[in-house]
């Protein structure tokens, strides 16, 4: 079964390119997140930052949150594990 791939449109703002890598994995990790191309946690791990401060990121840039039953259950499900 093959998959075509759609072309991503992703933009570096001239700010970030001048502040550095951190930067530019933040803007690239809210973009990927946005687009529902990247998880929660590939995001913040693409943006370096801990849960708290992903969360934070997103909320500055007015990004919401995409989570859903799937999500509460496999969140639940690694909770009972105990990690």
């Known amino acids: 079964m093959s998959k075509f791939i759609q072309p991503l449109n ?4 001239p700010d970030s390119l001048n502040q550095g ?10 973009q990927l997140y946005a ?8 995001a913040r791990q693409l943006a370096n930052l801990s849960v708290w401060e992903f969360q934070q990121l997103l909320g500055q840039h007015k990004i919401e949150r995409h989570y859903n039953e799937m999500d509460l259950a496999e969140d639940i499900k690694i909770i009972e594990s105990g990690f």
């Open 21 to 30: 890598e951190h930067a530019i994995r933040q803007e690239l990790a809210l």
């Open 10 to 13: 992703l933009q570096i703002s």
């Open 35 to 42: 687009q529902n191309i990247f998880t929660f946690a590939q």
